[in-house]
Nanobody, 127 residues
């Protein structure tokens, strides 16, 4: 079964850190640009970061730039999102998906390829 599974979310205090994982099964993640997306309560899903398949170049939306770091380990078939200096506004369900990272790097807007989403992982930043 071809799928991406997100994990690593949880409850963290403001200023804290979490590392999310996006594990692929049924296919090799190495051939795909992968993006992280999030959806806060009452808001639309937004693309926040991606990493290309070719040279591991990255994109970050303004709200997370300098705080979040995306990386990939093709040997483990996994993409990570290290989140530091977390804020309450980062509270959301986080998803990963194949993404158009090239356009994001050029135009500043990250979109997913396709419309299939996993269950995501909940991140709650609260004191």
């Amino acid at each position: 079964q071809v799928q991406l599974v997100e994990s690593g979310g949880g409850l963290v205090q403001p200023g804290g850190s979490l590392r999310l994982s996006c594990a692929a099964s049924g296919f090799s993640l190495a051939y795909y640009a992968i993006g992280w997306f999030r959806q806060a309560p009452g808001k639309e899903r937004e693309g926040i970061s991606c990493i290309s398949s070719t040279d591991s170049s990255t994109f970050y939306t303004y709200s997370v730039k300098g705080r979040f770091t995306i990386s990939r380990d093709n040997a483990k078939n996994t993409v990570y999102l290290q989140m530091n200096s977390l804020k309450p506004v980062d509270t959301a369900v986080y998803y990963c998906a194949a993404a158009d990272c090239h356009t994001a790097q050029d135009m500043g807007i990250l979109t997913a390829l396709g419309d299939q989403w996993g269950q995501g992982t909940q991140v709650t930043v609260s004191s």
